[in-house]
Structures are given as C-alpha cells and as structure tokens.
C-alpha cells in the first residue's frame, strides 16, 4: 500500500499475526501462510523488537499445553491495518482525512517491514550524544528499558541527524553477539549488555541460534559453536547475558 507515492507496507506480516490469532499455534500459521517455523519466529522476534513492545505472547498450560496469542498491541495493530485497508479501496482521500487517527500505526507497519541481514533490530530514542575526537558516542533508549550503546563518525551523526529525542534503528548481527553465563565480577571493555532468559535454541550443523527474551518483552539472537552451546549449558529458561561491542552497532533513522 502506497500513499503519496510512499510505502507504508504489504499485508504479509500482518497476516502472519493474523493467522496467530485464528489459530493460536507460530506452527500452524506458519504453516498456512506456507512459510516456514524459523522464519514465523524470526518475523515475530523482528516485529516485536521494532514495535518496541510484544505483539505475540505465549500461553502456558492448558488443555492443549499451551500456544500463543496476541497482546493487545498486536490486536490493535491487526484491527487498525484491516481499518486502512478498507479506507483505501474505499477512497483515497477518505484515508487523508482520518490518517491522524492512524498514523501512529501506519509510521510501525512501515517499520515492520523495513528488510535488513542484521539478525537484531531495535528502535528506540536518542537519549545521549558524546562527541569524541573522531567518532561519537551514540546512546539509544529502547523498549523495556534498555540501552545500546553505538560508535558512529561525526558525519554519520550530522546525515543521520542524530540527537537527543530523535528515533533511531540499531542493528546488531547475531554473529557479533557474545554470550555469558558466569561473569559476576568480571569486567569486560564491551559496552553493551542485556541480560535475558533463554526463550529458543536453534542447533545446526556447526552453530546454534541461540535466543534471549529481554525484560519489556523484546528478544535478542546470538550465533554461538554448537560447542560453546554445550560448554555453557544453555538450556530454556536459563539466564544468560548478550553482550557486544558498541562498534558493533549500525545506526539508522526512519526515513
């Protein structure tokens, strides 16, 4: 759907939330969406992390031994994209008229469909900006309270019109996040670390993924040696620490 000659987005995430919802299982609507589990849960773990709350949650026990569902963030969110759909086949104009309504979630579907080969996405609010002789300090807020911490050379910061309150994306590979199960004490020159519990681990042949739930309900994924999967007996429900270097972060801004 395009207003104004800008995108906003297409249904296929919104549809997989959708399909959540009728049929209370990531696997049955996986399945028929026609995509496959890993990539329903990479889609969830991407929009929840750019909403900047949870839009899908489990349900434990029960009958049927739980599922998942929708919050109700990710309900209105479904409510509102049928709403602009049915606007816009209607009349174009009608959609100008009562956009203000709506645009808070016209600004996430557009989120929600940006495409990157980062595994972790975030989006949050510049909270700081420390200029440095060569590269500035980056500080972004995000959901459930966290903070990630980015390097970025002073031009990146004047083209990306980074300063405090403006919204920013940071963007971490899975490959460039280090895991932690026993570091009390320990001192560590990353400047980035968000503690979590283990929600998934994906093995394959050489490497596991591994993925933390964050408080405030984002997620964050690593890519560890199935070795050092074994060696830190990383288990569903264990606390572990993601941390990374603020190097490694890429920032970026709506557009």
């Known amino acids: 759907m395009t207003v104004g000659g800008e995108k906003f987005g297409g249904p296929g995430r919104v549809e997989l939330l959708a ?11 996986a399945k028929a969406l026609g995509v496959s589990y890993k990539g329903a849960w990479d889609a969830i773990d991407a929009m929840n992390n750019l909403a900047g709350e949870a839009l899908v949650e489990r349900v434990a026990g029960g009958k049927g031994g739980g599922g998942t569902r929708l919050t109700a963030r990710g309900e209105q969110l479904v409510r509102n994209f049928r709403t602009i759909e049915q606007l816009h086949q209607q009349f174009v104009e009608q959609l ?67 300063e405090p309150d403006a919204q920013a994306f940071a963007l971490i590979k899975a490959s460039s996040i280090i895991l932690l199960t026993e570091a009390e004490g ?6 980035n670390r968000l503690e979590g519990t283990v929600s998934r681990l994906v093995p394959g042949a050489v490497n596991t993924e591994v993925v933390l739930e964050l408080a405030g309900g984002g997620t964050i994924a690593a890519i560890i040696t199935n070795e050092s999967a074994r060696s830190l007996e990383l288990a ?5 620490t993601a941390m990374f270097k603020a190097s490694s972060v890429i920032v970026g801004v709506p557009a």
Do not use: C, W, Y
């Open 19 to 29: 399909a959540i919802a009728r049929t209370g299982s990531i696997s049955q609507a």
């Open 96 to 162: 100008n008229e009562q956009a203000g309504n709506l645009s808070a979630d016209i600004t996430l579907i557009s989120r929600l469909n940006m495409k990157t080969s980062a595994r972790n996405q975030f989006f949050g609010t510049v909270s700081r900006v420390q200029p440095g002789a060569v590269n500035d300090e980056i500080e972004i807020d995000i959901a459930g309270g966290h903070k990630i911490v980015a390097i970025v050379t002073h031009e990146s910061t004047e083209n990306l019109g980074l």
């Open 186 to 191: 320990a001192r560590f020159s990353a400047r």
């Open 236 to 240: 569903e429900g264990r606390t572990a």
